[in-house]
C-alpha cells in the first residue's frame, strides 16, 4: 500500500538480462530452451512498464523518484551500465540521453537528493556531472573480462581486476591498473 503522507523507498531486485534466460518478453518463465537474452529483456521492461503504470494508476508515480540500474553492462559495454532516473516532481515528454562520466558514487548522492533532500554528505549527483571529467574504476573477475578488456598477460595471473576508465560512455578509454599503491589509492 502507498501512503501519500510518508516517503516510501521501495527496492526491486530482477535478474534482468543475466543468464539463465529462462522469461520471455510475455514475462513467463519458459526454460533455457524456449527464450533467448532479447526476449527475456523484453519480458523485463513489461515488468518495468507494468510497475510504472499502476504507479501511474495510484496518482504515485509524477511525485516520485524512480531509479533503474544495473551491476554492469552487457559485452562490449561491460564497464557501462545502464541507468535510468527520473527524479520527483519532474516531467519529459521525450526521454534526455547523455554519456556524461559518471559513477555508482554519483548514484549515491542522487539517492541521497532523492530520499533526504540533501546531497552534500554524498558528493556529486548524477545530474552535477555535466561537462566534469573524472576516472572511473571498475573490478571485474578475469573469467568476465577475457577479450572485453586489453589483452594483457598482467590479467591472466589474477582473480580480479581493477581497471581506469576515462572519457565519457560512448568513448571510454581503458587502462589496467598494475601498481598496488595506485589500488590503495583509488578512494582517496
Not at 145 to 169: C, H, Q, T, W
Request: hydrophobic share 35%; with cysteine; aromatic share 12%.
Amino acid at each position: 500500500t502507498v501512503d501519500a503522507g510518508n516517503k516510501t523507498f521501495t527496492l526491486y531486485h530482477m535478474v534482468g538480462a543475466h543468464a539463465p534466460y529462462e522469461m520471455n518478453e510475455q514475462c513467463v518463465d519458459v526454460g533455457e530452451t524456449e527464450t533467448s537474452l532479447d526476449k527475456q529483456i523484453q519480458g523485463v521492461f513489461r515488468y518495468i512498464n507494468g510497475y510504472m503504470q499502476q504507479m501511474k494508476d495510484k496518482g504515485v508515480y509524477d511525485n516520485s523518484t524512480v531509479i533503474i540500474t544495473a551491476d554492469h553492462g552487457g559485452y562490449g559495454l561491460y564497464e557501462r551500465p545502464a541507468v535510468f532516473v527520473k527524479m520527483a516532481d519532474t516531467h519529459n515528454d521525450v526521454m534526455q540521453v547523455n554519456s556524461d562520466s559518471v559513477t555508482f558514487k554519483n548514484l549515491y548522492a542522487t539517492y541521497g537528493e532523492a530520499a533526504l533532500g540533501q546531497k552534500s554528505n554524498y558528493g556529486n549527483t548524477l545530474f552535477d556531472m555535466a561537462g566534469v571529467s573524472q576516472s572511473r574504476y571498475h573490478v571485474a573477475p578475469w573469467d568476465v573480462s577475457k577479450g572485453m578488456y586489453p589483452a594483457d598477460e598482467y590479467l591472466k595471473n589474477r582473480d580480479y581486476s581493477v581497471f581506469r576508465i576515462e572519457g565519457d560512455a560512448v568513448n571510454p578509454q581503458i587502462s589496467v591498473i598494475k601498481d598496488e599503491q595506485q589500488m590503495k589509492n583509488i578512494n582517496n
